[in-house]
Every structure is written in C-alpha cells, then in structure tokens.
C-alpha cells in the first residue's frame, strides 16, 4: 500500500474506525453501520467506501465510484481555476526628456495593459545632469497622471529612490 495523501478522503481498507454513519449510492441515509457491514455493502454494489466527512462523529461515509468521485473534483477545481483573474505587475520606463510620439505610444501601453487587468509601474529614470532638473520628471509624471486619470487610479504616489521616481498605476 502507498502512503495516504493527506488531502484525499479515506477510502476503502484504509477507514479503522469501528462504526460509520452510511450514505447509500443513491444518497439515502443508511444510519450507523459497523465499517466491516459497510464495506461488505459498498462491495456488493461493486463500488468504493469513502469517507467524506472524516470530522464528524462518527464519521460519514459514502458508496460511490471513487475514480469518478475524484474526476468530478479535478474538474471542478480546474473549472474553478480557469474563472480565476491574476493581476501582473508591468513596468514601464521613461525619460525625462521623452518625446511626443514617444509619450503617446508609452499611453497606449500603459492604457492597454490597464484595460487588461494588471497594475503597471512606471518608473521615470534621470540620467547624469538630468538630476540637476528634476521638475522636468515631475512634469512627465503629472501628465501621465492627468491622461490616465479616467481609465486608472495612482495607486502608490511617486516616489523618489535614488535616480529613479516609481509611480504605481491600478486599473478603475
């Protein structure tokens, strides 16, 4: 016998305890049962006895097809898993000196990966004696803001670390 998965419901030979609370196949209450008298049932309707609420006192146990009991549960959760959103983290980087058309192919970006669902950093970078000028940034980062105001939310303000300025941006 293989080691017993923790998550997955004792089944079969594996239920010690003395007595069950038994569910039939077709999901009528058959009471308290001797696990023995339980097993001998679930082998005569040529099925598996699971024990599906290990909690309980004493535990519930059920007559049913195992391998599509576990089918049924692996379909669920992949189902589950297909309907589940997860944001990403983009990152975006610009000068201070950027150009227009640069500017606005950097909005697009950062206005498509918004609409898709993920955050987006973006981080200003100075450069040598751009430090010495840095409301040129600052200006770069306002008009982000002001053109992203209906379509994001500043979700981290800018902040300065060294030559660089992050700003967060989440979707609306």
Do not use: W
Not at 94 to 109: F, M, Q, S, W
Not at 142 to 160: C, H, S, W, Y
Request: charged share 35%.
């Amino acid at each position: 016998m293989k080691p017993q998965d923790p998550k997955e419901p004792r089944v079969n030979d594996r239920i010690r305890i003395p007595q069950v609370r038994l569910i039939g196949a077709s999901g009528e209450p058959l009471g308290i049962v001797n696990t023995p008298e339980a097993m001998r049932l679930a082998r005569e309707a040529a099925l598996d006895l699971v024990e599906v609420a290990a909690a309980a006192r004493p535990p519930v146990c059920r007559i049913m097809d195992f391998s599509r009991y576990k089918y049924e549960q692996a379909k669920k959760s992949k189902e589950a898993r297909k309907h589940q959103r997860s944001t990403h983290l983009k990152e975006i980087r610009v000068r201070p000196r950027i150009e227009e058309h640069d500017y606005h192919t950097k909005l697009t970006h950062l206005e498509k990966f918004l609409k898709r669902g993920d955050k987006v950093k973006l981080t200003l970078v100075f450069r040598g004696r751009e430090m010495a000028h840095q409301e040129f940034g600052k200006r770069v980062l306002d008009r982000f803001i002001t053109d992203l105001a209906p379509t994001a939310l500043v979700e981290r303000a800018p902040i300065q670390e060294g030559r660089m300025i992050f700003l967060t941006f989440a979707p609306r």
